[in-house]
């Protein structure tokens, strides 16, 4: 039983949609160029926004939801383009750790992922991850935990999922996931990353993006909020 205020978060509309319209209602606070919306869920507070895409948005989201509306657990939710063969589209997938694809400074030496101070992988909560077996299992549906690569670049190209694949050990690639991650460890909030499969991450991951971004991202709607009931409960 936890009653931490709870920061749910997306990157795009249709992935927190699916979670206002649960929730029914909610006051709409504009702050720092975006919309936040606070709503009491089983009496416990949530914050719930999206960020628009990329990693700085979702820098600045998750800073904000956690310095100026005080949340304390982190949840994301949203869609990916799959690099594992085994992630179909609708598949979900729960990131253990999460590194920035696009991050590279290897002319000094460096690894992909790297720079001073910091670290190429940033692990995400693992109670929270525990929870997301039991919420699996109650709700019936497999759940693969591995590696989510981000970077500022909508994948369309095999050869660079691959090497995505390859040089992170990563099953999925989306474009905020890191950056979230860098900003809660550093806030010491422990965080939970889900997204649904929308894309193959491939010469045709633009159509299916399309055609499967809204399903997908309810989908993993569903899935987190499932885990808020657990966190709550
Ligand atoms: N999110 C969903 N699909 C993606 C892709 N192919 N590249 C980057 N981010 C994504």
Redesign the pocket.
Known sequence: MSNKKIAIMGAMPEEIAPILEKLGTYKTTQYANNKYYEASYKGVDLVIAYSKIGKVFSTLTATTMIEHFGAEILLFSG???AISSTLKVGDLIVATQLSQHDLDITAFGHPFGYVPEGAVFIEADKKMIELSKEVATSMGKSVKEGIIATGD????NEERKNWIGSTFDADA???EGASVAVVCDALDVPFFILRAI??A?DMD?SFS?DEFLETSAIESAEFVMKMVDKIIE
Do not use: K, N, Y
Not at 153 to 156: D, E, T
């Open positions: 869609v990916a383009g670049q909508f994948v369309a690639l989306e474009m929308s894309d991450a991951a993006f």
